[in-house]
């Protein structure tokens, strides 16, 4: 059973929606002041975009391509304490348009910690050691083997790095995910894109440890004199899980275990070239508490329909469909979810947490 020590999953994440008015709004009633911010037009053909408070408003960067680092005065404009801000832009707030939003706290902006290791000291950074999350921006060396730090206190299960001036891809490392060809360090994905996992080693091959993740000397992580943006992720019992499952190729898919009732999942096949996955708790179809599961991260309309069902249990989530992105017979998946509410908090008399 997964005690937590996060009685309230959503003071430190939270699934958003809301409706475009078209000229500057504010949004309130999130439960924290956001540090990263993900925006998607659910009704149109529109980026993936990504902002965050080390980079500071009016920054953004796009996880359905490789784009470099964009300025956009009428996009994310304001963080506030119980919420953010936005402009004008189409993809975040026209007319009449729906969206969704995550959104991640993390908060501590000094003190990050490093050792005799490290080789790479952040430009500005913020995280928070409860919840796992970090957001580091460094510049690169070019070195391979540089080390960097992330704040985090344990070693972090899921680490995204994008250089920011140029086009390059968004590199992903997944810890204890191994597809079938090579150990789990040794793997590969690329948010940007629909391929497999690759023998890539932009990680230098190496885990990270309880201070610093590794970098290679190559293009994606570690490029000598440019901008990078760094998202590490440690698993919290209760609150987020990071792993693996096998595919059964039956509509009646497989079970997954988190330790809590989700508010949003991601998966990626590794073993094929297929899409990435994402569903989230506020998002619903018409069916009977399913959530579909949007072929991610294109910039495509919303899918509808039930037809990539997901549903979500107190403790977990379960596949309801045999589509090949995240259910092929013998397929190879990795997982990232982040719970609407623990299964057991572990606060008080450890009682099961029922809302969030």
Not at 52 to 70: C, I, L, P, W
Not at 169 to 177: F, G, H, K
Not at 212 to 232: D, E, K, M, P
Request: glycine share 14%.
């Amino acid at each position: 059973m997964a005690y937590s020590g996060i009685a309230k999953s959503s003071s430190f994440f939270n699934v958003f929606t809301y409706t475009g008015n078209g000229s500057s709004q504010a949004h309130t009633g999130l439960g924290f002041q956001p540090d990263l911010c993900v925006f998607k037009n659910r009704d149109e053909v529109n980026n993936w975009r990504w902002a965050n408070s080390v980079r500071g408003t009016q920054k953004e960067t796009y996880s359905d391509g490789n784009y470099a680092e964009a300025t956009q005065a009428q996009g994310l404009t304001a963080f506030g304490t119980d919420g953010f801000t936005t402009g004008s832009n189409a993809g975040y707030n026209k007319n009449s348009i729906g969206y969704v939003s995550y959104h991640w706290k993390s908060g501590t902006t000094s003190g990050i910690t490093t050792n005799g290791s490290t080789t790479i000291t952040p430009t500005a950074y913020t995280f928070n050691q409860t919840s796992g999350c970090s957001i580091i921006n460094y510049t690169g060396n070019g070195s391979a083997g540089a080390k960097v730090p992330h704040g985090l206190g344990v070693a972090p299960r899921l680490v995204i790095v994008k250089v920011l001036n140029t086009s390059n891809n968004w590199a992903v490392y997944l810890d204890d995910v191994d597809f079938g060809w090579f150990g789990s360090v040794n793997n590969a994905l690329y948010l940007d894109s629909t391929s497999g996992a690759t023998s890539d080693a932009w990680n230098y091959n190496t885990a990270p440890d309880a201070t610093n993740f590794t970098l290679s000397g190559g293009n994606y992580g570690n490029v000598n004199g440019n901008n990078h943006l760094a998202y590490c992720f440690a698993q919290k019992p209760g609150f987020s899980r990071i792993g693996s499952y096998v595919g059964t190729g039956n509509s009646d898919g497989p079970f997954i275990y988190t330790g809590f009732r989700p508010a949003f999942v991601l998966t990626k096949r590794g073993d094929s070239t297929d899409w990435w996955g994402l569903s989230d708790n506020k998002t619903q179809s018409a069916g009977a508490g399913n959530d579909d599961s949007r072929k991610n991260w294109t910039p495509n309309t919303e899918d509808t329909g039930g037809t990539l069902a997901i549903d979500y249990f107190a403790n977990g989530f379960k596949i309801k469909h045999s589509n090949g992105g995240q259910n092929d017979t013998g397929g190879a998946y990795a997982f990232v979810a982040f719970a609407a509410n623990p299964f057991v908090a572990d606060v008080g008399e450890g009682v099961p947490c029922l809302g969030n």
